[in-house]
């Protein structure tokens, strides 16, 4: 059996569609609640209250404001080699929360190292251009501390003190964060919303070269939440669906981090497993780092192979992979998992 096929170019006769099902697509910004201090170690909190209103949380985002200095809150001179590290403003942050209603929907804990290992696997090659804007450029070569052997190192510097005399302003996505803000992409209405941002210390954010001390200042933190606005044929059958009380399923990605430290021995077992019973692993990401850890003479937004020979994940009885990976990353012998992860963004989001 076979089904002829017309270009769409030869389908002079079909109408045009436009989509006015949108009357208007608004901003609303969100600080934190009076009092928060961006740059302690604690929590800082912004609420978004019950309104009368179509929020789109997947399409809302962070702008992250502030200055790297010296240690004593002196300007840093150009010749000063320091910047952020790659994907930067995330690792200001142990853990990162957010609540819908009374309920936690996500939270995530080292959101420096979380996001970066799925935007490593996720964003194509050419992110890194668009990317700047968010403090995302990929560090090259052995990822040193220089500006003439780590183009992405140079980039962040040249933003953050040649162009921007010490100062910053980057846009995160919560998508970026969050497998929620990722994967639902309908409005939610009427509801209280709950972002916590639990601060760290700046060791993990900043790679320098140069013996001088510095620190990060956050002046400010800003959630940009969309309000859509229906047009009447789209808002009616909505509000009926409210005032119904229908329940609808919300299924999303989640996301989650765990560390782990380990021995001084050539294998080790780590014992996994999901927050709730309605949870199923889809993806496991591995990455090792040796002696990055609050160390602002490594760079700890890159990882160690640490010649690793195997690795497998056992999900009850079964074993994934199924089969041995024999490798050796000294030997250049490592291209069954560089082919695993290259295959990781095909699958995870259909391509």
Known sequence: MTTNIVESYLKISDPLQIDES??????????PVAGSNLNSNQQIRILIENQDLFYLPSKSFLTIKGKLVKSDGAKLADTDVATLVNNGIMYLFDRIELQI???????????GQCTLMKGLLSYPKDFEYTGLNMCWTLDKGRGDASLIANS???LRHEKIQIRGDGNFSFVIPLSHIFGFCEDYKKVIY??????????????????????VLCKVVITN??????????NF?????????????KSFPIGFMYRNMDSYDVATSNEFTWRLGPRSASEKPRYTIIAFQTDRYKNVDRNPAVFDHCDVRDIHV??????????????SFRSEDYSFTYHSARQFRENYYGL
């Not at 916590?196 to 790679?207: M, Q, S």
């Not at 933190?221 to 229906?230: K, L």
């Not at 009616?236 to 009380?245: A, D, F, G, Q, R």
């Open 101 to 111: 209603g009374d309920k936690v929907i996500e939270y995530i804990n080292h959101p």
């Open 152 to 154: 992405g190192f140079k």
């Open 190 to 211: 009427g509801v209280k919303f709950t972002l916590i941002l639990t601060r760290c210390g700046n060791e993990d954010a900043i790679f320098k070269s140069s013996i």
């Open 221 to 230: 933190i800003t959630w940009t939440m969309p309000n859509i606005v229906p």
């Open 314 to 327: 056992n999900l009850n009885a079964d074993r994934y992979p199924n089969i041995d990976i024999i490798k």
């Open 22 to 31: 949108v009357s208007e697509y608004n901003y609303h910004n969100y600080e």
């Open 233 to 245: 044929e789209q808002l009616n059958p909505l509000y009926k669906m409210i005032e119904s009380k």
